[in-house]
């Protein structure tokens, strides 16, 4: 499992499939424990984490962090990426501001999120945010709607949807923002409804029954990512 995690990173360090890429530092790809039970799928990198090359490490990770100390969740012991990989921005003066990603960008980097998926084998999905929801759940589906219930997916045993961080820290006003974080918190605790958070090392079939040749890379034609 891990090893088949370690190659699909480096690959993705190379990915061309969209032009996302271009104006990007670099791939961003998820982090956090390889045998967890419990996988966070945001939206795309920041500015902070396309500098620094991980997921949920600017504003909208701090406040994670707070909401996941809050609902009593060790962010040590998730696995945390991104539906996209790379960061979509547009110049503001001399800052890059977040442009939301295409559909065609979320479809480039789905064989990355797939196959973190595959690899990490999670029991509960945490989808923060519209983009990684729509990504997981289809394009129907609407957090304002639906958020913080579980939903039926082939990915998991358990995936729901709630407020991406970043949404709460665009909130004007204090007692609404207040609200919305305390909402975010609840939905978190969804995430204690599975337990240990981490599961014990176990062997890759893969890994004793193929050549390393044949372990864990992604075909050619799913080498696709944003």
């Known amino acids: 499992m891990a090893e088949s995690l370690k ?3 480096e690959d993705a360090r190379d990915c061309r ?4 890429w271009k104006n990007a530092t670099q791939t961003v ?14 939206e795309q990198p920041g500015d902070e984490e396309d500098r620094r090359g991980e997921p949920f490490v600017g504003p909208a990770g701090r406040l994670l962090d707070r909401a996941l100390e809050a609902a009593g969740v060790d962010r040590g012991t998730l696995y945390v990426t991104n539906a996209v990989k790379h960061f979509k921005w547009e110049p503001r003066g001399k800052r890059r501001l977040h442009k939301t990603p295409a559909q065609r960008e979320i479809e480039a980097c789905r064989p990355w999120l ?6 990490i084998r999670p029991e509960v999905i945490g989808c923060l945010g519209a983009t990684a929801a729509k990504a997981l759940l289809g394009p129907a589906f609407k957090v ?9 997916s082939p990915y998991a045993p358990r995936v729901f949807a709630t407020f991406h961080p970043s949404a709460i ?4 006003d204090e007692a609404e923002r207040e609200a919305a974080f305390k909402s975010l918190v609840r939905d978190l605790t969804l995430l204690r409804s599975t337990a240990p958070a981490t599961r014990a090392p176990q062997p890759d079939p893969a890994r004793s029954s193929a050549p390393r040749s044949a372990r864990g890379r992604p075909s050619p034609s ?5």
């Open 17 to 20: 499939n969209c032009p996302l």
């Open 114 to 119: 797939e196959g973190e998926i595959k690899a």
């Open 222 to 226: 799913a080498r696709r990512g944003g």
């Open 169 to 172: 820290l665009r909130v004007r």
């Open 7 to 9: 190659l699909l990173r």
């Open 29 to 42: 790809f998820g982090a956090g424990s390889q045998r967890a039970r419990i996988m966070l799928v945001g």
């Open 144 to 152: 304002s709607v639906s958020r913080g219930q579980f939903i039926d």
